[in-house]
């Protein structure tokens, strides 16, 4: 059982920047692929970006791209988000999970365990 904890998120201006970061505990933190996904009010859960157990291999949702970056430190249990120019449409709760799948997998499904997430509000 993989326990996950979210914190980071808050209030930011259009154009600035967060960072999220998720502990894990009570499971081997390297046995898992990583993920995080959003979710706004109205809205289904959707991918954002994922990063493998070795933290070799990335991979994220196209709106995202070069303005978000996931990373791991297995060392510590931790995974993080960097996100950078915020806008208003990156507004949702934001939510750690882990999978035990070694394929790329975007779908909710496909994580076994999830974080109680943390907001982040971007405001215009």
């Known amino acids: 059982q993989v326990q996950l904890v979210e914190s980071g998120g808050g209030l930011v201006q259009a154009g600035g920047s967060l960072r999220l970061s998720c502990a894990a505990s009570?499971?081997?933190?390297?046995?898992?692929?990583m993920g995080w996904f959003r979710q706004a009010p109205g809205e289904e859960r959707e991918f954002v970006a994922r990063?493998?157990?070795?933290?070799?291999?990335?991979y994220y949702e196209d709106s995202v791209k070069g303005r978000f970056t996931i990373s791991r430190d297995n060392a510590k249990n931790m995974v993080y988000l960097q996100m950078n120019s915020l806008n208003p449409g990156d507004t949702a709760v934001y939510y750690c999970?882990?999978?035990?799948?070694?394929?790329?997998?975007?779908?909710?499904?496909?994580?076994?365990?999830w974080g109680q997430g943390t907001q982040v509000t971007v405001s215009s």
């Open positions: 999970a882990a999978s035990g799948r070694l394929y790329i997998t975007t779908i909710p499904q496909g994580y076994a365990y």
């Open positions: 009570g499971g081997t933190f390297s046995s898992y692929a």
């Open positions: 990063i493998s157990r070795s933290g070799g291999g990335t």
